[in-house]
Nanobody, 129 residues
Framework: EVQLVESGGGLVQAGGSLRLSCATSGFAFDDYVIGWFRQAPGKEREGVSCISGRDGSTYTADSVRGRFTISRDTAKNTVYLQMNSLKPEDTAVYYC??????????????????????WGQGTQVTVSS
């Protein structure tokens, strides 16, 4: 059974850092793309960053590029999101998601919600000040 579990969220002051983890299981890591999305209250869910499970190719949204870094540990089937220089506007529930992509073409120019079929429960990130 496909499972994705996020962890690492919390409360941090502006300028601080957090590292989110997405532990995955139940599927072939090489055939999937893993993405991070976030959703703030009253706003639509938006893509943040994604990574290919096969070769580690990445895409990061303009809004967080240079501050957030996505990475993977293939041995652990785990994806991370290192978030630095956090801003209040980064406050949201952060979700990890997986999409079947044997060609590994999804994580090239952006993230599309409909391409991701499996979702974790989310982890809250709150940035104060």
């Amino acid at each position: 059974e496909v499972q994705l579990v996020e962890s690492g969220g919390g409360l941090v002051q502006a300028g601080g850092s957090l590292r989110l983890s997405c532990a995955t299981s139940g599927f072939a890591f090489d055939d999937y793309v893993i993405g991070w999305f976030r959703q703030a209250p009253g706003k639509e869910r938006e893509g943040v960053s994604c990574i290919s499970g096969r070769d580690g190719s990445t895409y990061t949204a303009d809004s967080v590029r240079g501050r957030f870094t996505i990475s993977r540990d293939t041995a652990k089937n785990t994806v991370y999101l290192q978030m630095n220089s956090l801003k209040p506007e980064d406050t949201a529930v952060y979700y990890c998601a997986a999409g079947f992509d044997p060609v590994q073409a999804m994580c090239a120019q952006g993230l599309a919600l409909y391409e991701y079929n499996y979702w974790g429960q989310g982890t809250q990130v709150t940035v104060s000040s």
